[in-house]
């Protein structure tokens, strides 16, 4: 079992590009999500969903845009990347949305923004 | 939302028993209390999670006493592989509202 794989692993953009993080996870879960960690922080929240064709908002969304078109794939969009996105980002999935059980992480992608 | 509370760092030796107490005085009937366990250049891992009294994995035990605005999460005998970041999240309504803080990092020496 794969679990929840991201890529790319590394990147390295310059200001105004835009690109795309992918996620995918082979449990059939129907939460997925998309965290950023900065250095010395915890997780924020960006993006969420609850099923597929269902997304909404966490802490941190601006400058990120997500769709749910399969319960498999939950990719994160920069549209216009900015230094401030420079980050580690997380994927995570679980089988509900509510707080109760495991929630699964994949291994990072981690960005960076010239 | 119930806030926690707990310590930035620890430090530890390997074979020790380490305990890490996170404060929640603001924790509400339906919360969980779960912990997760992150290494450098990693996502976090799900330790163990919940409710009240106590419980326990094979990683390690959670203790919530009666009041359930604290809990410790226990680790027997580390080792120098537990060197990592411990997440104490508390919530019941759904993960789009728990919080990841600065968590505790924890160092054991040999």
């Known amino acids: 079992n794969a679990g929840v794989t991201q890529t790319p692993k590394f990147q390295v953009l310059k200001t105004g590009q835009s690109m795309t993080l992918q996620c995918a996870q082979d449990m059939n879960h129907e939460y997925m999500s998309w965290y950023r960690q900065d250095p010395g922080m915890g997780l924020r929240l960006i993006h969420y969903?609850?099923?597929?064709?269902?997304?909404d908002q966490g802490e941190v969304p601006n400058g990120y845009n997500v769709s749910r078109s399969t319960t498999e794939d939950f990719p994160l969009r920069l549209l216009s990347a900015a230094p401030s996105q420079t980050s580690v980002y997380f994927c995570?999935?679980?089988?509900?949305?509510?707080?109760?059980?495991?929630?699964?992480f994949g291994e990072g992608s981690r960005l960076t923004v010239l | 939302l119930a806030k926690t509370t707990q310590p930035i760092s620890m430090d530890s030796y390997e074979g020790q028993e380490v305990n890490i107490t996170c404060s929640h005085n603001?924790?509400?009937?339906?919360?969980?209390i779960t912990w997760y366990q992150q290494f450098p250049s990693q996502g976090p891992r799900f330790i163990i999670q919940?409710?009240?009294t106590k419980v326990t994995n094979e990683v390690a035990s959670l203790f919530i006493p009666a009041d359930r605005k604290s809990s410790t999460l226990s680790l027997p005998r580390v080792s120098l592989s537990d060197t990592a970041v411990y997440y104490c999240l508390v919530g019941e309504t759904g993960y789009s509202t728990l919080t990841f803080g600065k968590g505790t990092m924890l160092l054991v020496s040999p």
């Open positions: 919940g409710y009240k």
């Open positions: 603001n924790i509400a009937t339906n919360d969980y």
């Open positions: 995570a999935s679980s089988y509900s949305s509510g707080s109760t059980g495991e929630l699964f």
């Open positions: 969903s609850v099923g597929a064709g269902i997304t």
